[in-house]
């Protein structure tokens, strides 16, 4: 249908949206986005490109993934070149996804926004070079580079992945800004319960995927630490078989009780939490994948004022957690003996858990105020409507 032009000689702004997974259910960040834009832009009309299936299931090489990775790159291959849009917004869930946007519209000049999750395809090159591809994993960056200087702006994570993304931006705009909680922090009932101050088992709770980027070495030491000094319970939530087996490998190597729950909503995480009386949820993230991807479940933990006992490298929210809000305890992949004892200590002082679980509610105010009206906000410069021709 042919939109008539209004009297200022303007149309609604047209913005296509990939990303592969629509429903807010199973991912409320674009979801919401989209709504702040509408805010923002009235009369702005969307168009949605997503993939065939829309609950998100753990693990990138099941047939449901691959099937939604087809059918992304193909309808962005059909429609990008085609459509009528003054601008393309892509985030880059499949994996890939917003190279292939780039190279799709590269005989047209319309504006891409990136927003950049996981870094593919750096991290597959990086695991191209450890296996002795190096020409590939050079060949990969090259193409990263090559896409990157298309976009009229890149939105990343954290600090670390934006000082990879400048190196490979040249003058484009690199913006930061950390992903969102489904929830304001205000809506996030504090727990009943105090972290941390009771007598029992230590229970810590790890909720999310749990993939080759986590690492479990340093986690492993931790626990052999505590245990040295009070029994552990480990919980579960959301893992997919594999992270469920490797974690239950660890426990049974170590008589810790672990148990799996399957993947809940946001909302539903808290009651978890009080049932089992939960002290800290755990980060994990390896040194290798700093600047690839920034762990953004430290949210499903402090928003309900639980500490957090982060394991991975600087420069990232989870980091900034521990670090600028004391919302935590950080500790580095590969840690010495003292630093080993230092964290030890402070998950069983009564008095440190207590200002960590203060700390972690600072910092759940902090970042709920990032959030998909300040990222549209960030973006307005590139959301002007068009003068029609």
């Given at each position: ?10 149309h ?11 429903r ?9 986005l ?34 939604n ?6 309808q ?18 499949p ?41 590939l ?16 702006a890149?939105?990343?994570l ?74 552990v ?104 003996a ?52």
């Amino acid at each position: 249908m042919r939109m008539s032009a209004n009297p200022s000689g303007r149309h609604p702004l047209r913005v296509l949206f990939i990303f592969e997974f629509a429903r807010p259910e199973d991912d409320w960040m674009m979801s919401s986005l989209i709504k702040s834009i509408k805010a923002a832009r009235p009369g702005m009309n969307p168009t949605y490109i997503h993939g065939l299936f829309g609950t998100y299931r753990p693990g990138g090489l099941n047939p449901a993934r691959l099937a939604n990775l087809a059918w992304v790159y193909l309808q962005t291959a059909l429609i990008v070149p085609f459509g009528r849009f003054d601008v393309v917004l892509v985030r880059s869930t499949p994996p890939g996804i917003q190279i292939w946007t780039a190279w799709c519209a590269c005989l047209r000049r319309l504006p891409i926004l990136c927003w950049l999750m996981d870094y593919h395809p750096e991290i597959e090159a990086r695991i191209l070079e450890r296996r002795g591809f190096g020409p590939l994993a050079r060949l990969l960056r090259r193409i990263d580079e090559a896409s990157m200087t298309r976009f009229s702006a890149v939105v990343v994570l954290d600090r670390a992945m934006a000082r990879i993304a400048r190196t490979r931006a040249g003058s484009v705009t690199v913006l930061e800004h950390p992903t969102w909680g489904a929830m304001e922090a205000s809506a996030a009932s504090r727990l009943d319960y105090a972290p941390g101050q009771g007598t029992g088992p230590m229970r810590l709770a790890y909720s999310g995927n749990l993939g080759t980027a986590h690492d479990l070495g340093a986690f492993r030491a931790l626990l052999v630490a505590l245990l040295t000094r009070r029994p552990v319970e480990l919980y579960v939530v959301g893992a997919s078989a594999e992270g469920n087996g490797r974690l239950g490998d660890i426990g049974s190597s170590l008589g810790i009780p672990v148990k799996a729950h399957p993947r809940v909503p946001f909302a539903q995480l808290r009651p978890l939490y009080e049932e089992w009386c939960i002290d800290a949820g755990v980060v994990l993230m390896s040194d290798q994948t700093a600047g690839l991807l920034s762990p953004s479940k430290f949210s499903g933990y402090i928003d309900f004022g639980l500490p957090i006992l982060y394991i991975g490298p600087s420069e990232t929210n989870a980091d900034d957690v521990c670090t600028k809000f004391n919302g935590g305890f950080r500790l580095s992949c590969n840690p010495r003996a003292e630093e080993l004892s230092a964290v030890t200590a402070a998950l069983l002082d009564p008095d440190r858990m207590r200002s960590a679980s203060q700390g972690a509610r600072a910092a759940s105010v902090h970042f709920s105020g990032l959030n998909n009206d300040s990222l549209a906000a960030l973006l307005s410069p590139w959301l002007k409507e068009r003068t029609n021709r």
